[in-house]
């Protein structure tokens, strides 16, 4: 069961470092602004096919503080 959820975890780990190396990529090549647009018509089209995602979500960042989160990433960074 432990090698399942690490498993799991791996895959999560990989989906997210996925996208946020393709918004990395698509912003030194086509620039914020084209990245931004990638990024919120992507954001609609899953709230729009998967509403229940977005609720999680909105309900996992009410109980997280967004500048928590960011300054959690800035300390990983400097390690």
Do not use: H
Not at 7 to 34: D, F, H, Q
Not at 48 to 75: F, G, N
């Amino acid at each position: 069961m432990n090698m399942i959820n690490s498993l799991e975890a791996s895959s999560r780990k990989v989906s997210v470092y996925t996208t946020l190396v393709i918004l990395k990529n698509m912003r030194e090549r086509l620039g914020l602004e084209a990245m931004c647009s990638f990024l919120d018509g992507y954001t609609r089209m899953i709230e729009r096919t998967s509403p229940d995602i977005r609720e999680v979500v909105l309900r996992e960042l009410q109980e997280k503080a967004l500048r928590q989160l960011y300054e959690s990433a800035l300390v990983e960074e400097q390690k």
